[in-house]
Structures are given as structure tokens and as C-alpha cells.
């Protein structure tokens, strides 16, 4: 079992930087595909990234790719989001999750087959 801590949120300006981390505990961080999501006021929860065990593997969902890279540090049990050229429509709470299944390589954007998740952060994005 693992225990995820999203923070780095805030409010930012439109065209801004911002990098969102999510700490982990428990020895077992790099068994786990790690992906990020977000959810805005009135709408579904939805993928924005994924990273493989190793971090040889990057999903984005297409509203983000190009603006946002997520990257891990197994030896400091951290994944990161570094979001830059924000948009307003990047307002969301930003959660990320941890996916336990048995393909090392396999970065899923589906939202069930993530096991676990932290209590989110908020991104706020003024125009």
C-alpha cells in the first residue's frame, strides 16, 4: 500500500509556470506507474500524464502535451508535474494516483485501474 501527498499548487497567471509534486510513502514507490489527473468545478475527473516505473515512459493527455512534463525520483519516492504556459482552463484540482498492475511499461489513462490517490492540490489559473 502506498500513501501519496500532492502539493505545489497555488494561483498562477495565464502563460506561467507552476510544478506540482506528489511524495509517496513506503519502499515500494518504483514498483508503482504513476499518473497524474485533474478535475474542474462541474466536470468529470480526466487523465493529464502518466510515467512509467522506470520514468522511461511518458503518457500526456493532448490538451497538455508540449506544456506539461511529468518526471520521478524513485530514490526520493517524489513524481513531479512541471505545468508551464498555463491556460485558464488549467484550473482544476490536481490529483495524482498510483497504478500497481504487472506491466512495467504500461501507462494507462484509465481512471478505475488507478489503485491509489492523494487528497488533491488546487491549481488556480487567472487570465
Known amino acids: 500500500q502506498v ?27 518504483s ?14 475527473r480526466e487523465f493529464v500524464g502518466g510515467i512509467s516505473r522506470s520514468g522511461g515512459r511518458t503518457r500526456y493527455a493532448d490538451s497538455v502535451k508540449g506544456r506539461f512534463t511529468i518526471s520521478r525520483d524513485n530514490a526520493k519516492n517524489t513524481v513531479y508535474l512541471q505545468m508551464n504556459s498555463v491556460k485558464p482552463e488549467d484550473t482544476a484540482v490536481y490529483y495524482c494516483a498510483a497504478d500497481e498492475g504487472v ?4 501507462v494507462t489513462t484509465i481512471l478505475t485501474e488507478y489503485d491509489y490517490w492523494g487528497q488533491g492540490t488546487q491549481v488556480t489559473v487567472s487570465s
Open 3 to 29: 500513501q501519496l501527498v500532492e502539493s505545489g499548487g497555488g494561483l498562477v497567471q495565464a502563460g506561467g509556470s507552476l510544478r506540482l509534486s506528489c511524495a509517496a510513502s513506503g519502499r515500494t514507490f
Open 31 to 44: 514498483t508503482y506507474v504513476m499518473g497524474w489527473f485533474r478535475q474542474a468545478p462541474g466536470k468529470e
Open 103 to 106: 506491466f512495467p511499461f504500461l
